[in-house]
């Protein structure tokens, strides 16, 4: 559990009520998920029931609490993307990264999700890798763009 | 040193997220170095801005070059070719024709009116003096000058109406916001956009952000309200760093916070994001997930307007319903009033994508026909594909048949033909498309983003899934359509909220259109458009395939053999049924069956 | 005196004091409304929809549950009518399908005549999800303990971090609550255990009764009781009596909590 940085999001939000899940937000960014022992340190802090806190944690798909691996890969299955074969893309990722969605790869490298939409449309099938954004992306590209972001 | 006699160079460089995502920062780097190459940013002081997305994010990055009040656009552009740019058509005087937009590009435009999106494509959406050498900030600052009555006349008779989903009359909202008693109300921005396929409010607050905030301010004053939230979802990271950035800026201006334009109003905003949950686009869940809950919504036997945020008097309006705020206060209700269809009026921007040329955000009037949006602005379905339907309002709305392809498109029509406005998402589907596949999607959806409080949402749309599942895997009987279309009447009854009783529309209204296709999955076995897997093969017509080997290079399963030049045969033992080879043949030799 | 507002329930003229639920409304007038997640000391949710009933009169017609809308001047109300009876059915056989076993479920489909379910998942969780437990820990109570986890088909209720609970006090208002037994409270010697599907949310050590000797609540409940029953009379309780004893003695009775009748049946 690290204090320090818990101290340092409280810090930036002058009053709790309002704010809870953009203190979630910044947990998860920094930790890149929300630790039990952090979340409790939380409900202290806040007075916020540790129940409360935690159907949020569950509530929002943003919100993970189980960590990610180092990038996040991130398949549009929103409509657009859907009728223009984001299936086959997810199908190929999963394949390559050997995950299924909501899973990390062994060596932590990898975290595999679904969203339903990034509005990016235009750009049908879309895949966000960390805060990248790839179009028009055909499964044989995949290779490709992850072998990018492997150390 | 250059050798060109231009004195203003403005480059404008497309940075909405499609902009970005197809490289837009890089061109704008190129563009600086290569000013600076070539000598022109001393002597000439040409701007390079970015700017909000002009709707067209299939062609990006788009660039408008303006020399001396000369525009040409160019789409495609890559940091490569802006050097050439830069040396024939700013120096040289000559723009590269090869690379300028085709005519689809005018196409596209010639039939919008672009009054919301105006700004975008023109100004930088980072900068609040070039929003306010165009205009911007005029409205708020009449308006404060103004009776918050005043106001509400104005907007009740410009005939606006909710772009958010329900086409609430946005005057009458307020009113009744107006009018609730309490000292403490806020005025709510929903820029959750949760439907998919629709970006219209991303674009906006990408675009042109001020807009929104200005809005906002007008409604502030007319409701009297000190306090406004903007619930954004945390899926546009660039939207939200813009509308912060935008926020910052008018507080400086004094536009925002204490005695705002030297009256004595108070009135802020603050952003508040999402975090992955459709439902809480629904104005109840919005409300709750901001009071720091998990978003569910409450019945709403008491109207938000009475009972809204923390029990307090609360005014919501969608993104778009706040940016056309400003320009009716500008040029009156007449003026707003005059332009759409009778009981809709101005204009409306949808998100068109799918199986369609041009995709893209158009802004039209009101009552134009889907026809002109899909074939005129659109510019028709690729490949010469036949169109079948264009599914509208997202998960909440339906499918519309190409025998309604002349239905002037406002509220009164869209939801006689069983669909909606929603927030102007348009898929357009192509005869490739399988409608119970996209009415399963749509349920689906609403599975994985319904809050799971209420019985029939839950548990009904559930198993409505189960129902279209068996359907597209062949196990569907004669039964299956019968309980589908009882539990869409029981969910449309008796759900909590309008995720619910509107989850069940897709599947309604494919089944007005579309019952032939269901018929097919359920009583021959077969899926028209090729899609359901299990109720699909894909075969090689001999006379038609000349043996290129396309097919068998491409074919993820290897199922595909034969020799060069000779005719080619698909293993049904190991066919994947992945479309690959058929959507691949230039001789459209792989037939589907 | 409250204000008594006049309506009509099935064609019957009624009257009912002002801010009562059409639900309260109907059953004075012995008019029986199924009924799953209302329960009276309970804020209604309005999440089983059960209890939809036809409105019309002084408001536009519509379908709406009977628990949350309160009654109104002039409102007419059927709850009874084919399309009601319809989607009520409906509403069960769906959650027939998650909790085929369920006794007091079947016991309220067979009195609005449905047999059998035709949408069986295979599943069979007691829980229907009517949120009474969740709600008489965080609203009553006030301890916490249960929540609500995932959401849509996938919603449950849950501890934190679905391990044992340490706000969870004991009290087994939670079970008590519960109109299908799916939480459970036990007590076996000195131990006491709340259970779920699938879940113990809490294990407690009973404590003994000074006076009789009987292990009767585990000291977080007794902790509990004091703050909130006795300590707003001004009255200080030192000893451990259990509630039976406690009667006997010549002590003033405690302010009436209303739940956590599960350690003292007496009240
Ligand atoms: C499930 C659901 C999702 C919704 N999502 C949105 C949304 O993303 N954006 C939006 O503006 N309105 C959304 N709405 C509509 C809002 O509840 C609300 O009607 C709207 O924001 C009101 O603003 P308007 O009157 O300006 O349209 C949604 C409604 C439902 C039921
Ligand atoms: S209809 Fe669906 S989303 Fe709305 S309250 Fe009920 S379960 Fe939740
Ligand atoms: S009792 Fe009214 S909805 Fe459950």
Redesign the pocket.
Same mark, same amino acid.
């Given at each position: 559990m690290d204090v320090a940085a818990m101290d340092a999001i409280l810090a930036k939000f002058p009053t709790i009520r309002g704010n809870l899940i953009g203190i979630l937000h910044e947990m998860q960014s920094h930790f890149n998920y929300l630790p039990e022992e952090d979340l409790r340190y939380l409900s202290k802090k806040t007075q916020i029931p540790i129940t409360q806190i935690y159907s949020i944690a569950n509530f929002y798909n943003r919100f993970s609490l189980k960590p990610k691996g180092k990038n996040t890969v991130c398949v549009c299955l929103g409509t657009a993307c859907h009728v223009k074969g984001a299936e086959r893309v997810m199908d190929e990722i999963k394949a390559q990264l050997k995950v299924d969605v909501g899973e990390s790869t062994d060596d932590m490298q990898f975290s595999l999700e679904e969203v339903r939409c990034i509005g990016a449309c235009s750009l049908a099938p879309a895949v966000v890798v960390n805060e990248e954004t790839y179009g028009q992306v055909a499964p044989k590209q995949i290779h490709g763009i992850l072998q990018k972001f492997k150390k | 040193m250059g050798s060109t006699t231009a004195k203003e160079i403005v480059i404008s460089v497309c940075a909405g997220t499609g902009g970005v995502a197809a490289g837009g920062f890089n061109v704008i780097e190129a563009f600086k170095a290569e000013l600076d190459k070539n000598g022109l940013s001393a002597n000439y002081q040409p701007r390079v801005h970015k700017v909000g997305c002009r709707g067209f994010c299939a062609k990006d990055v788009l660039v408008d070059v303006q020399v001396d009040g000369k525009t040409e656009t160019y789409q495609f552009v890559t940091p490569e070719k802006v050097a050439p740019i830069v040396s024939e058509h700013i120096v040289g005087g000559k723009p590269v024709k090869k690379w300028l937009v085709k005519k689809d590009y005018h196409i596209f435009h010639d039939k919008q009116q672009k009054l919301v999106l105006a700004n975008c494509g023109q100004i930088d959406p980072e900068s609040i003096e070039e929003y306010i050498a165009a205009g911007g900030y005029r409205a708020a600052s009449k308006a404060l000058g103004m009776g918050p009555d005043e106001i509400i006349e104005i907007i009740k008779a410009s005939g606006l109406?909710?772009?958010?989903?329900?086409? /609430?009359p946005?005057g009458i909202?307020w009113e009744s916001c107006r009018r609730a008693s309490g000292v403490v109300k806020y005025v709510l921005c +929903?820029?959750? $956009?949760?439907?998919p396929g629709a970006f219209m409010?991303r674009s906006i607050i990408e675009g042109n952000p001020h807009a929104v905030i200005e809005g906002m301010i007008i409604g502030a004053h007319a409701i009297g309200s000190v306090e406004g939230f903007v619930y954004i979802r945390a899926e546009y990271p660039l939207a939200v760093e813009r509308l912060r950035r935008a926020l910052e800026q008018a507080r400086e201006k004094h536009f925002l916070g204490k005695k705002i334009f030297g009256t004595e109003m108070d009135f802020d905003i603050k952003i508040v994001l999402g975090a992955g949950a /459709? =439902?809480c686009? $629904?104005?109840t869940a @919005?409300m709750t997930s901001i009071e720091d809950k998990a978003g569910e919504p409450r019945p709403k036997y008491v109207h938000t307007t009475d009972r809204g945020l923390w029990g307090k008097p609360s005014n @919501? +309006? +969608? =993104?778009e319903?706040w940016a056309n705020v400003p320009m009716i206060i500008e040029k009156g209700a007449k003026w707003y009033a005059g332009i759409g269809s009778e009981r809709s009026k101005g204009t409306k921007i949808f998100s068109l994508v799918g199986k369609i040329n041009n995709t893209g955000l158009v802004e039209v009037p009101m009552g134009i026909p889907l026809r002109d949006v899909i074939f005129k602005i659109g510019g028709g379905i690729p490949k010469k594909k036949q169109f079948k339907a264009v599914q509208t309002g997202g998960p909440?709305g339906g499918c519309i048949p190409a025998s309604l392809l002349d239905m002037p498109l406002d509220y009164e029509h869209l939801s006689e033909a069983g669909s909606m406005m929603g927030?102007g998402g348009m898929i357009v589907m192509d005869e490739d498309t399988c409608m119970v596949d996209v009415s399963k999607y749509f349920l689906q959806f609403c599975v994985d983003e319904g809050c799971g409080q209420c019985t029939p949402c839950r548990e009904g749309v559930f198993q409505m899934v189960r129902l279209l599942n068996e359907i597209t895997e062949g196990k569907g009987t004669e039964k299956h359509i019968g309980l589908l279309e009882e539990l869409a009447a029981t969910i449309k009854d008796t759900s909590l909220?309008? @995720?619910g009783t509107?989850a069940p529309n897709p599947v309604i209204s494919t089944l007005r259109y579309f019952r032939d296709e269901y018929e097919a999955h359920i009583f021959d076995k077969h899926c028209p458009a090729g899609v359901c897997k299990a109720l699909t093969h894909f075969y090689i017509d001999a006379d038609k395939c000349t043996g290129c080997t396309l097919c068998a290079r491409n074919c993820p399963a290897g199922a595909i053999t034969g020799e060069k030049k000779e005719p080619h045969v698909i293993d049904q033992d190991k066919c994947i049924v992945c479309r690959i080879c058929y959507e691949n043949c230039k001789f459209g030799a792989v037939q589907k069956g | 005196m409250p204000t008594m507002i006049n309506l009509t329930i099935n064609g019957e003229k009624i009257a009912a004091p002002e801010g009562t639920s059409v639900l309260q409304a109907a059953r004075q007038a012995g008019i029986f409304i199924p009924t799953l997640c209302d329960y009276e000391a309970l804020e209604p949710e309005g999440t089983c929809r059960l209890c939809i009933v036809e409105l019309s009169g002084s408001i536009r017609p519509c379908i709406r549950v009977s628990c949350i809308q309160e009654v109104k001047e002039g409102l007419v109300v059927e709850t009874e009518t084919e399309r009601i009876i319809k989607n009520r059915r409906l509403i069960l056989e769906l959650l027939l399908g998650r909790s085929p076993y369920c006794r007091e479920l079947l016991d309220l489909a067979g009195k609005c005549g449905v047999m059998t379910s035709r949408f069986l998942t295979g599943e069979d969780d007691d829980c229907i999800r009517c949120g009474r437990c969740v709600r008489v820990c965080r609203d009553k109570i006030g301890a916490y303990a249960l929540c609500w986890v995932n959401r849509g088909y996938n919603r449950k209720v849950a501890t934190d971090f679905e391990r044992l609970s340490e706000y969870c006090i004991g009290c087994g208002s939670c079970a008590q609550v519960c109109p299908t037994g799916a939480i459970k409270m036990e007590d076996r010697g000195n131990q006491r255990r709340i259970y779920t599907w699938g879940q113990v949310v809490a294990r407690f050590e009973l404590e003994k009764c000074e006076k009789c000797g009987r292990y009767f609540a585990p000291r977080k409940y007794i902790d509990w009781m004091r703050r909130k029953a006795f300590k707003p009379k001004g009255i200080e309780l030192i000893d451990l009596i259990c509630p039976e004893c406690l009667r006997k003695t010549e002590r003033p009775a405690p302010a009436k909590v209303p739940f956590g009748n599960g350690a003292f049946p007496a009240w």
């Open positions: - | 109406r909710g772009r958010g989903g329900g086409g /609430f946005t909202k +929903n820029a959750d $956009e949760g439907d409010d /459709f =439902v686009g $629904e104005s @919005l @919501l +309006n +969608n =993104v319903t909440s927030s909220c309008a @995720l509107s | -």
